[in-house]
């Protein structure tokens, strides 16, 4: 089978090599299509070199078909399966309180051990949610980052009629974006990307670019004054560290989405001041990823827009070089089965 080895910054090597023997307990995939995600660019730019190292196959972003399973396991051959690419330890104490998805150890596919960019990849069954017939591939492969953003609005525990202002519109800010315009709150977008502003226009969000002039007084009028209720930060980015407390509501929630991965200035005064509550998110628990799945075969969401452009397998090193470098892009997803 092929393979897309990951060789450390900004270089893949396409390879031939046997393909895997499942293990009791695991289910052979051929895995059908992959999205490529803000931490793979971040790992193909060398910034995770000393977790991820070299020769990793990376995707953690996926939906494939059992070739082989268990003979008495939950799944069959021919069952379209999405990853939860999360494994936990069960013996520390986030596995023990049933915060699995905190695990001190946790393991990601894809990032700890090898993930989906190989045409045939050996899965733990448990890690396997059947995807229905209504969701089609291309969406099937955004179920991953929409439970994120399940998790993110599940824990903000938005209620109706709430002001929000997410920080950041790249795939999982939108999805926020737009499961948080479902729970009936009134959201506001900001964004600095020109492209990414006019995409999610297209999705009727109403946004704003922070860097404008007119941004202060446009959250103003939005809030009488008052304040955004819930505040998600989804940019990852020091700029957005910076803004989040100072847009928030007397006793505003800031739900920490993007990651932070050094240092960040933010203006700890406003916690005091206005008594904000800070929550951070990671990953998501496996009723946030089957309640992903079922948003999409309920077709709550229509994410077919998300996706910016398909590329077979042999052209992952083009694929990750333009999610990595152009503004317009949102999903690219690779295709490793035709249909």
């Not at 004054?225 to 998600?232: A, C, Q, S, Y």
């Amino acid at each position: 089978m092929k393979a897309a080895l990951y060789l450390g910054s900004g270089r893949f090597e396409l390879v031939e090599k046997p393909a895997p023997e499942p293990q009791p307990g695991e289910s052979l995939l051929e895995v059908s299509r992959v999205g490529i995600c803000g931490t793979d660019v971040r790992i193909f730019q060398g910034h995770l070199q000393n977790r991820v190292g070299t020769r990793r196959i990376l995707g953690h972003e996926s939906v494939s078909i059992v070739r082989e399973t268990s003979p008495h396991g939950k799944l069959r051959a021919g069952d379209r399966v999405a990853v939860e690419p999360t494994i936990s330890c069960g013996n520390c104490s986030a596995c023990r309180q049933n915060f699995a998805h905190a695990c001190r150890n946790l393991c990601i596919l894809g990032i700890d051990q090898d993930g989906a960019l190989q045409q045939f990849w050996t899965v733990p069954e448990h890690r396997c949610h059947r995807v229905p017939d209504a969701i089609p591939d291309d969406q099937a492969a955004l179920i991953e980052p929409l439970a994120v953003a399940v998790h993110s609005v599940r824990v903000a525990a938005l209620r109706a009629d709430e002001t929000v202002a997410v920080i950041g519109a790249g795939t999982v800010g939108l999805l926020i974006a737009l499961l948080a315009r479902q729970a009936g709150a009134k959201v506001l977008v900001l964004e600095i990307n020109p492209a990414r502003l006019e995409f999610a226009r297209r999705f009727q969000l109403d946004v704003t670019n922070p860097q404008s002039p007119e941004t202060q007084q446009r959250v103003a009028d939005w809030t009488r004054g008052e304040g955004m209720d819930v505040i998600f930060e989804a940019s990852g980015s020091g700029d957005g560290a910076r803004m989040m407390t100072s847009l928030a509501a007397v006793r505003g929630r800031v739900i920490l989405v993007g990651i932070h991965e050094r240092e960040t200035r933010t203006d700890l005064y406003q916690i005091f001041l206005s008594e904000l509550s800070i929550q951070g998110v990671r990953a998501y628990l496996s009723s946030d990823f089957a309640e992903a799945i079922r948003l999409l075969a309920e077709r709550k969401l229509d994410l077919a827009a998300f996706v910016s452009g398909h590329y077979p397998l042999e052209q992952i090193q083009n694929a990750m070089e333009l999610a990595a470098s152009s503004a317009s892009v949102m999903k690219i997803l690779i295709r490793l089965r035709p249909v």
